[in-house]
């Protein structure tokens, strides 16, 4: 994920872009799954779901903003390694309102912090993946989307706090 809050410009068009409190987010479906969600600056123009899948998330999404205790369902077919896909699949054993450290989810997935780190950086679908709920040692908010600060750090305090997450500055 791009710290950036940008689209590339060689990206593929999204299926859908929502307008929600903390950012646009850019969806992408390959028919059957949501494939990646990107968060694109709130200026950005939302765009109405153009397929099933697009319609779901959207739909999802705004039952979470509504109430932070919904429960995805929408189909994920998210990208990436082996390694990858077990430190996304811990996340998703992540209560709603819970954190855990980058250390807690490395003890989980046999690994280094770092590299825990590393990998939800690359999360393709934030949010519902919920590498947000992943913080540093002591309760620090540590990273997002490979940011020390700025817009993304912004983003994820605003995750949290939706979810009732208390966490250090």
């Known amino acids: 994920m791009n710290a950036s809050l940008s689209a590339s410009p060689h990206a593929p068009d999204f299926a859908a ?26 200026g950005e123009t939302a765009v109405a779901p153009g397929d099933r899948v697009a319609e779901q998330a959207a739909h999802e999404i705004a039952r979470w903003l509504e109430d932070p205790d919904f429960r995805f369902s929408v189909a ?15 996340l998703l054993t992540i209560p709603r309102g819970q954190s ?8 989980v997935v046999g690994s280094a912090p770092r590299a825990v780190g590393q990998a939800c950086g690359d999360n393709p679908i934030p949010l519902i993946i919920p590498c947000h709920r992943v913080v540093g040692a002591n309760g620090a908010l540590g990273g997002f989307m490979h940011a020390g600060d700025g817009d993304p750090i912004a ?7 939706h979810e009732g997450v208390r966490f250090a500055a």
């Open 100 to 107: 855990r450290t980058y250390g807690d989810v490395a003890r």
């Open 155 to 161: 983003i994820k305090r605003w995750l949290l706090a």
């Open 76 to 90: 994920l077919a998210p990208v990436g390694t082996p390694f990858r896909q077990r430190v996304w699949g811990a």
């Open 17 to 42: 872009k929502l307008a929600t409190p903390f950012a646009v987010l850019g969806l992408r479906t390959n028919g059957s799954a949501l494939t990646s969600l990107q968060y694109l600056p709130v």
